[in-house]
């Protein structure tokens, strides 16, 4: 078993990892370190949610940061903005005890943009964005990308699912030639691919972990067949079987997230909603919430719940089957996480069974059905 220090981690950053219990090298970060720190090179990494992949391409990114020159040269793209606030955090931390300090910024949509552009105009050496303010920066010539060296694509799936792929044509056309791109995801869709064949060398190295197993195999799948009358009282059923325990409900419309989370309210069961149409300051209380283990259950549509990580969730319920594959792996993946057992639940009609059957045979995966 190897440790950071076989990885080539120095000896400030793993003293800040052991305090945050980040003691064992997960697989993808055994495979990318090691080459991101040692080699010059374009990275494609594919690996499930909740693997560590911040840590992957991050600790490498704070290893090549020359502190002594205060402009940016590292920019991380994420999906959402909960997702960017996350790694700057978590970046931030890996940085306690190294003698000379890196600055991170974070600027992201919902937020007041004037106050983003006076945070850029002081050091700042890494800026993780979300693509839709990163364009909005560049069009007012508020940042200065001239000297960035690495670009990262996190959850560049995600990116894509949420329409983001305009914009991220605009910030890879904008720096090409000036960086190498590291690009990390839980799959490989289509528009990816020619995304990777478009803007990537052809000679960029490629890793993936567990290939066989696209969904953590840490994630116990069941499935109960139930009629849409019946799926309300059938969900109330498992929760009272889960106790205290904390978990995401997924739902395909922010009607039927809203309507879902009624039910459970009237219940007298802790539960929010979080939904597209939201206000920033609204989905910022609900997600605060949640984190701080104030709500029990958040009730979430698949465009709602883009970047979420929230630490030891026991289940994940699919009150509707998602409208991709590709959507059942990022829901089922909020579970399960560094290590954890987790449950995926899908309460679906009799007519929804072929999409699940379909589900299993391109995923490759085995979803049981729970007698009544």
């Known amino acids: 078993m190897k440790t950071f220090s076989d990885l080539g981690i120095s000896g400030a950053f793993i003293k800040a990892l052991e305090e945050i219990n980040i003691n064992i090298p997960t697989e993808i970060q055994e495979k990318a370190i090691p080459v991101l720190i040692t080699k010059e090179t374009d990275f494609i990494g594919q690996a499930q949610t909740g693997t560590g992949k ?22 991380i793209l994420s999906p959402t903005r909960e997702l960017g606030q996350q790694i700057a955090k978590q970046l931030f931390k890996f940085t306690k005890y190294i003698p000379q300090k890196i600055f991170i ?65 605009t910030i890879l056309k904008y720096t090409a030639g000036k960086r190498h791109t590291w690009l990390f995801s839980a799959t490989m869709p289509l528009g990816l691919k ?119 969730l026991a289940f994940v319920v699919h009150y509707q089957l998602p409208e991709k594959s590709d959507y059942y792996t990022h829901r089922s993946g909020r579970t399960g996480r560094a290590g954890n057992k987790g449950f995926s639940l899908s309460l679906i009609t009799p007519r929804e069974h072929e999409g699940l059957k379909a589900i299993e045979k391109e995923l490759g995966i085995k979803v049981k059905e729970i007698q009544r």
């Open 194 to 312: 020619t995304i990777i064949s478009s803007y990537m060398s052809p000679k960029a190295i490629r890793m993936e972990v567990n290939r066989n197993d696209i969904v953590n195999k840490d994630i116990e799948h069941k499935f109960l067949i139930c009629s849409r009358l019946e799926k309300p009282e059938a969900l109330f059923q498992f929760l009272r079987s889960q106790g205290n325990a904390r978990g995401l409900i997924f739902c395909r419309t922010k009607i039927e997230a809203q309507t879902v989370t009624k039910r459970l309210q009237a219940k007298k069961i802790n539960a929010d909603a979080l939904q597209g149409d939201m206000l920033q300051k609204e989905r910022d209380k609900v997600m605060r919430a949640f984190k701080n283990s104030k709500l029990q259950i958040l009730v979430a549509t698949d465009l709602a719940a883009r970047g979420i990580d929230v630490k030891e």
């Open 54 to 75: 911040t840590a992957a391409y991050g600790l490498p990114i704070l290893h090549a940061i020359n502190a002594d020159k205060p402009y940016v040269q590292a920019l």
């Open 105 to 169: 910024e974070s600027v992201y949509g919902g937020a007041h943009i004037d106050e983003q552009i006076r945070s850029l105009r002081r050091p700042t050496h890494i800026v993780v964005a979300t693509p839709g303010r990163l364009v909005d920066l560049l069009e007012r010539k508020a940042i200065d990308l001239s000297f960035i060296t690495t670009l990262v694509l996190d959850e560049a799936d995600e990116m894509l699912s949420m329409g983001f792929r305009k914009e991220l044509d």
